[in-house]
T-cell receptor
Framework: DGGITQSPKYLFRKEGQNVTLSCEQN?????MYWYRQDPGQGLRLIYY???????QKGDIAEGYSVSREKKESFPLTVTSAQKNPTAFYLC???????????FGDGTRLSIL | AQSVSQHNHHVILSEAASLELGCNYS??????LFWYVQYPGQHLQLLLK??????LVKGIKGFEAEFIKSKFSFNLRKPSVQWSDTAEYFC??????????FGAGTRLFVKA
C-alpha cells in the first residue's frame, strides 16, 4: 500500500543534541511538508519542499533543518538551537501544492 | 496575518445528535478549503474538500460542509453522529502556493 512512513515513532533527545526524524513516501508525490503539533495549537508548518533539491521555510523554521535529495525522502533535523523541541511531528505529502495532503503517523520527540 | 479559527476546542454529544463545527478564516483572496479528521490511534486523513463550484460539499461518512464566502466560513456538519465519529477535526485553508494553514482542532467525543 502506498503511504508515508515516519520513524521512529518515539524519540528521546538529550539537551544539546541534534536528532533527525525520517519521512519516506511511496506515493510519487512532488510536495512534502513537516508540521509540528502542540496541544491546542493545531499544526504549524516547519518546512516544505515542492521538488527535489528545493525547500522553503514555513512559519516556525528556526532551530530546524531539512534536505530533499530524493523525491521520496524528506528528513527533518531538530538542532540544539531549537529551545522547545518537545512536540509531535507530522510529515505530509501531496501531488502538488494545492491538493489534499497525506499524513504519516507522526514522531513524538521528548527531551531527557 | 492569515489564520484559521475553530470555535470549539471540545465538543461532547450523544449519539444521534446533530453536529456543527465552526471554521472561519482570515484571507480575502481565493482559497481551497479542507476538513481533516484524526481518529484515535490513526493518522490525519481527508474528510472533505472545497476547491470551486457548489459551496455545499459532501465528504465521507455522511459529513458535509458549506462554504459561505461572505462570512469566510467553512462549517462542518453531520445530521446524526455515531460513537465512531469520536475524533479530532481540523479545518485547513490553502491561500496560495504550497502553504496550508490549519486550525487548532476540535476534539469531538460522542457518548454511546
Amino acid at each position: 500500500d502506498g503511504g508515508i512512513t515516519q520513524s521512529p515513532k518515539y524519540l528521546f533527545r538529550k539537551e544539546g543534541q541534534n536528532v533527525t526524524l525520517s519521512c519516506e513516501q511511496n506515493l510519487n508525490h512532488d510536495a512534502m511538508y513537516w508540521y509540528r503539533q502542540d496541544p491546542g495549537q493545531g499544526l504549524r508548518l516547519i518546512y516544505y519542499s515542492q521538488i527535489v533539491n528545493d525547500f522553503q521555510k514555513g512559519d516556525i523554521a528556526e532551530g530546524y533543518s531539512v534536505s530533499r535529495e530524493k523525491k521520496e525522502s524528506f528528513p527533518l533535523t531538530v538542532t540544539s538551537a531549537q529551545k522547545n523541541p518537545t512536540a509531535f511531528y507530522l510529515c505530509a505529502s501531496s501531488p502538488e501544492g494545492g491538493q489534499p495532503q497525506h499524513f504519516g503517523d507522526g514522531t513524538r520527540l521528548s527531551i531527557l | 496575518a492569515q489564520s484559521v479559527s475553530q470555535h470549539n476546542h471540545h465538543v461532547i454529544l450523544s449519539e444521534a445528535a446533530s453536529l456543527e463545527l465552526g471554521c472561519n478564516y482570515s484571507y480575502g483572496g481565493t482559497v481551497n478549503l479542507f476538513w481533516y479528521v484524526q481518529y484515535p490511534g490513526q493518522h490525519l486523513q481527508l474528510l472533505l474538500k472545497y476547491f470551486s463550484g457548489d459551496p455545499l460539499v459532501k465528504g465521507i461518512k455522511g459529513f458535509e460542509a458549506e462554504f459561505i464566502k461572505s462570512k469566510f466560513s467553512f462549517n462542518l456538519r453531520k445530521p446524526s453522529v455515531q460513537w465512531s465519529d469520536t475524533a479530532e477535526y481540523f479545518c485547513a485553508v490553502r491561500t496560495g502556493g504550497f502553504k496550508t494553514i490549519f486550525g487548532a482542532g476540535t476534539r469531538l467525543f460522542v457518548k454511546a
